[in-house]
C-alpha cells in the first residue's frame, strides 16, 4: 500500500495541475457514480489526508479517493498516450484544458458536500505529514492501547495517519525495537514516531523512497525486501514473518539482534524465527 508520502507528492502534482481551473471533463467510471458529471466544476484544492486524497471543489463539494495496494493518479497533456494500465483499469478522469488527470484502479471513491469530509475521514489520527500534526496527541492514542503490539499501532491510521510499513520496519530497526513489543514496553515511543516522520519528511518531494540515505537500489533499505541478508549494522540475517490481524497480515522484516526483544513477545506471533517451533516466546 502506497505510503503517506507517496499520497502526499500525488496531491501536490494534482493541485498543481487542477488548482483554480474549471473541468472541461470530469467522468466516472464507476457503476455507482456513473451517472455523474463535473464538467465545469471548478476545482479549489487537492489535498492529503494520511492515505486519502481529496479534491476540494469551489462548489463546496469533495471527492475522496484511496490508492489501496495497486491505486494511482496519472497526469498527461491533452492527448497525450496514457500509460497507467488497461482502459478497463481506469476510475476517474479529471482534465482541465492543460491537464488531464487520470485515476487508475481507485478505490473508496466518493463525492460528499465538503462539510462532510470528517464522515470519511474524521476517524484518522493526527496526519504524520499535514500542517497540524499533533505529536502529542499521536502518542495519547498509541499509548491508549498498550497490550496492541507496536507493528500493528503505529501502522492503525486512527492513531496516525500517513505510515505504512515501509517506514513501520525501517523506523522500528532504526529505533532498535522489536516490531511484536507491547506498546507499553516501548521506552522510546517518541523517538520512534519522530524517526518515522522524518523519514517520510525526507522523501516526500520526490516518488524514490530511501531511508538509508543512498537512493541505489538494493542498497536504499535497511530492512525491507532484505530476508536473509546480512543486516547492515551486524550482519545477522534479517528475518521475514507475518504481523497483524486475520485476513489483514503485513510482511514485517527485522533484524533479531539490533531489534533484540527486551520484553515478553506475543506467543502466537507468526514471526519466522528460525529453528523454532510455533508457536513462540521471545524474551
Known sequence: MPEGDTVWLAAQRMNTALAGATLVRGEFRLPQLAALDLTG?????????????????????????HFRMDGSWHIYRPGGKWHGGPAYDVRVVLATPEWECVGYRLHDVELVPTTEEDRLVGHLGPDVLGPDWDLEEALRRLRSHPDEQIGVAILDQRNLAGIGNLYKVEALFLAGIHPWARVGDVTNLEALVTRARS???????????????????????????????PCRRCATPILLGEQGPSTQERVTWWCPTCQAARSPIDPLARTGEPDRPQPITLY
Open 41 to 65: 466544476a471548478t476545482v479549489r484544492e487537492v489535498v492529503p489526508r494520511g492515505k486519502h486524497l481529496l479534491i476540494r471543489l469551489a462548489d463546496d463539494r469533495t471527492l475522496r479517493t
Open 199 to 229: 523519514l517520510m519528511l525526507a522523501n516526500r518531494n520526490h516518488p524514490e523512497q530511501t531511508t538509508t540515505g543512498i537512493p541505489r537500489r538494493g542498497q536504499d533499505h535497511w530492512v525491507a525486501g532484505r530476508k536473509g541478508k
